[in-house]
């Protein structure tokens, strides 16, 4: 019970020192490119006195550090201040545009974990077959083309050409449990499958190198020998034995781009006009309004904190020489 | 199967030829190999490394390595010739008909699987009209029958929840499973303690005298042929080179090389006490140590999970290592024998009350500090090929050596270091030929010989050997322990020899300990401790050590 506290003491501890950071970071930051006061007011009809006036409003006439303090103040009352350019409360803001995110990021991910996995073990069964040498030189391409190319690639030949899906855009949404869902409806599913494709095929060619080269490994393993002495099929080997024994790096990576893809996915978002975190988060930077930026560098930050306690849960889940050795 | 089956042997290996096809070139693996087994024999097959034994294992079984090809011979289960059968047929054999064990039982198991997972799946692949009751109740029975204790719960362990012996016992299970006539034991105890080694040699035989089975057992230890096979192949280079009853064979081997074979094996002599000889510190120490202890206990986010408290790796160890002489450290494997080797080298820390190098007090507390033993206690490891660095030839390595170690004032010029270099691999029957080859390129022996010399060139107080010999094959082995015995008496080196064999310990050493969980369980001269000790436990080491007839 005592270590069972100390480790959420440390991760707890773990997590307010990214906060913190992550918080000055966007403090420091944007304090460096500019004055937001320009983006507040009309910069044609303004009076300097319109300007002194909207930089007290912001609290900008402070030096920096008083600045940060105040925004610690908001803090502990849990509010993350109000956006310049929106004039709505930052939280809740970026919490608006996560359902979007988060689903555009959870089926691509999804997608590239099972196509991923299935195609190194299928290339990691069979090494330098035909199959095999395919696999591999896919992922090196797949690996370097640049998201923005393959993202118009996509829009050109699935959208542009044919017709199939649409361009961009998240389509019509249902709401279920407070939040607007474009996969409830078959109009935003199609408005899923670019994007999500987009950002799945890097990953794909990611999980499948790795499931292969953990394949490869196990498959020379004492054990997977000795199931096959002991008469089991090779159906089973592959599923009940091999499978289990490569997924420990594969979960920590699928738990890091997940991670990425919540706040970073700009690329993708902006190009399918995808109204998620990403996006909110670069027009933010570029209008300098710091509330917002502030508010989603430390979502993020919770995020990772959040699915690195997954995965490691998740590691004692699949692998008992983790757990208690009762 | 027809009638006349009945008079067929179980195996019948004729003419079996092996051949690795490598990318340039064919190497031969196995050539003209004949034997058979019948039902309820066992068999042995004894050779060195690279005498192609376990290919034949892995050809009776149906799972050659790959690149390596069957181009001649047959094998025949019941008068039904292998090769015929292939695909989905030769995988129902395997478990059914012929069943296998391998060596290492912590790798031949799935370690993120239950054991008793691993043991049901096993059966319900062989019996797939079994129940899940049935198969569960079937699993518990094999495990009974293997001398699992408390079988119910141990079906739901994981593999590293078991010691070496219960896994290796899970994996005969698993053999059985498919009630096979046929078990192919690779080397079933190699991986395993003498006193374990015994106990599931015992677990084989029970197999073969109460159903009736059949081990074609592959070994490298003459002991585990004289415990348990009936008839034995001795095989050299991929050839048999002699094969009959056990008894005959070991009391007269008629080939010269079984001869040698035999003749290496280590054994225990008999020791009439001599109420006269030296007890244990008569000499003058050139080492102290008192009160050694060494515990591990990190502080990771793994003690989530475990326990938190410090596990004691050694306690309160202390002994004298007599100058010029050598003293034994025996003790199966985790009994921390090891560690105290690596503590006096100076590569782990420890606390202890007293350590005492030639008269001069010793800080062990950190790695690597000044006025540590680090430099003045040289080690020799266990696997040469791993000890040395594959990039540096022989004289790099050994120039190197002598470099770094050479006193102040000593002259380190190319010449003279070269010629230390060569006078110390001269004497270990090294020529000046093997100076400039990778390790690679080089025999097991001839890697240790340079490790030795390694050591030497550095000048060290103390030598510490963790079981030089263990890593290389039996006929190697008798050369190595004889050369490091010559060096010992000749260059008045101590030494502290650290082994899990009784018999090579009692040939070298003066004094000796047993250890036993990290604590010293018996200590005393040689002749004491093989001839006059009581304590329970050195008995018992001593009388699991597999007796070979008198040969």
């Given amino acids: 019970m005592m270590a069972l506290f100390k480790v959420i003491a440390g991760r707890l501890y773990q997590a307010f020192l990214l906060l913190a950071v992550m918080s000055l970071v966007g403090f420091v930051g944007i304090h460096s490119v500019g004055n937001p006061v320009y983006n507040v007011v009309n910069i044609e009809t303004a009076t300097p006195e319109d300007i002194r006036r909207a930089t007290e409003l912001l609290g900008l006439d402070l030096p920096l550090w008083r600045q940060y303090f105040v925004f610690l103040q908001n ?138 080269a953990g394949t490869v490994e196990v498959q020379r393993a004492d054990f997977v020998r000795f199931c096959r002495a002991k008469g089991i099929s090779d159906r089973r080997i592959l599923f009940r ?86 | 199967m027809t009638a006349e089956n009945h008079t067929a042997p179980l195996l019948e290996v004729s003419e079996l030829s092996l051949v690795y096809r490598g990318a340039s070139r064919s190497l031969p693996i196995v050539r003209n190999v004949n034997f058979s087994l019948d039902h309820g024999e066992v068999l042995g097959i004894i050779g060195e490394s690279g005498a192609g034994k376990s290919s034949i294992g892995n050809a009776v079984i149906g799972l050659l390595a790959p690149g390596i090809a069957q181009t001649a011979g047959t094998i025949r289960l019941e008068g039904t010739a292998l090769e015929a059968v292939d695909g989905e047929a030769r995988r129902a054999l395997r478990g059914r008909a012929i069943a296998s064990i391998f060596q290492d039982p912590s790798s031949s198991l799935d370690p993120l699987m239950t054991v008793g997972a691993q043991l049901d799946e096993t059966i319900a692949a062989l019996s797939p009209e079994l129940s899940r009751s049935d198969v569960r109740a079937r699993a518990i029975q094999l495990l009974e029958r293997v001398g699992i204790p408390d079988a119910p719960r141990r079906h739901h362990s994981y593999p590293h929840q078991l010691s070496g012996g219960q896994r290796q016992r899970i994996v005969i299970a698993m053999a059985l499973a498919g009630a096979p006539s046929l078990i192919v034991a690779d080397e079933p105890t190699s991986a395993l303690d003498a006193t374990v080694q015994k106990q599931i040699l015992h677990v084989l035989k029970g197999l073969v005298q109460d159903h009736g089975l059949s081990i074609l057992l592959i070994t490298h230890d003459m002991g585990v042929i004289a415990e348990i096979a009936d008839r034995v192949v001795v095989m050299k280079d991929g050839a048999v080179i002699e094969q009959g009853a056990t008894a005959a064979l070991l009391q007269a081997p008629q080939d010269p090389y079984t001869q040698r074979l035999l003749a290496a094996v280590p054994k225990l002599r008999s020791v009439h006490p001599d109420p006269a000889s030296p007890g244990v510190g008569a000499r003058e120490p050139i080492l102290v140590v008192e009160n050694l202890s060494k515990s591990f206990g990190g502080r990771s986010i793994l003690d989530l999970f475990g326990a938190g408290k410090p596990h004691f790796a050694l306690r309160d160890i202390g002994f004298r290592v007599p100058r010029a002489g050598v003293l034994g450290i025996v003790g199966e494997s985790g009994s921390g024998k090891s560690t105290i080797g690596r503590i006096l080298a100076g590569l782990e820390s420890a606390e202890a009350d007293r350590i005492e190098l030639d008269g001069q007090r010793c800080d062990i507390s950190h790695r690597n500090r000044a006025g540590s033993l680090l430099g003045r206690v040289q080690m020799i490891f266990q696997d040469p090929s791993s000890a040395l660095n594959p990039r540096l030839t022989v004289a790099q390595a050994l120039t190197e050596c002598a470099r770094a170690t050479a006193p102040a004032g000593e002259d380190t010029s190319q010449a003279a270091v070269r010629a230390r270099v060569i006078e110390t691999i001269e004497r270990l029957g090294l020529q ?43 006929s190697v082995q008798a050369e190595i322990l004889a050369l490091l015995k010559e060096t010992v008496a000749e260059n008045r080196l101590s030494m502290i020899f650290i082994s899990h064999d009784l018999a090579v310990v009692q040939d070298i050493c003066d004094d000796v300990c047993v250890m036993r969980n990290g604590r010293i369980e018996d200590y005393g001269s040689s002749d004491f401790i093989f001839g006059q000790s009581e304590n329970p436990y050195t008995r018992h080491l001593i009388d699991a050590r597999p007796k070979i007839l008198a040969a």
Wanted: hydrophobic content about 55%; glycine content about 8%.
């Fill in chain 1, 75 to 212: 803090l502990a009352t849990g509010s993350f201040g109000i956006s310049y350019i929106y004039h709505q409360p930052a939280f809740a803001l970026v919490m608006s545009k996560l359902p979007a995110t988060f689903e555009l990021a959870a089926v691509a991910m999804i997608v590239a974990t099972v196509t991923g996995t299935g195609l190194g073990l299928l290339a990691g069964t069979r090494p330098g077959s035909r199959l095999d040498r395919v696999v591999v030189a896919a992922t090196v391409y797949a690996l370097s083309v640049p998201s923005f190319w393959l993202s118009m690639m996509l829009i050109l030949l699935c959208a542009v050409t044919t017709g199939w899906f649409p361009s961009g855009g998240r389509g019509s949404t249902a709401e279920f449990l407070g939040w607007d869902w474009s996969f409830l409806t078959i109009d935003g599913l199609r408005h899923l499958v670019l994007p999500a494709l987009a950002l799945a095929i890097p990953n794909i060619a990611l999980i499948a190198r790795l499931a292969r």
């Fill in chain 1, 241 to 326: 034995h091999t499978l289990p024994n490569i997924s420990l790096p594969i979960i920590t990576i699928v738990g890091l781009q997940f991670g990425g893809m919540l706040a970073f996915a700009v690329v993708v978002e902006s190009i399918f006009a995808w109204p998620g975190v990403g996006k909110l988060l670069i027009d933010s930077i570029q209008l300098l309004d710091r509330p917002v930026v502030v508010a989603t560098l430390t979502l993020v930050a919770l995020t990772f904190v959040v699915l690195n306690a997954i995965v490691d849960l998740l590691y004692a889940v699949l692998d008992p020489r983790v757990r208690i050795s009762a």
């Fill in chain 2, 432 to 474: 000046t030929l093997h100076l400039d080859r990778f390790p690679h390129q080089l025999s097991g022996g001839q890697k240790q010989r340079v490790c030795i010399a390694r050591a030497l060139l550095a000048r060290p107080k103390i030598v510490i050997a963790d079981e030089p010999t263990s890593a290389l094959d039996v």
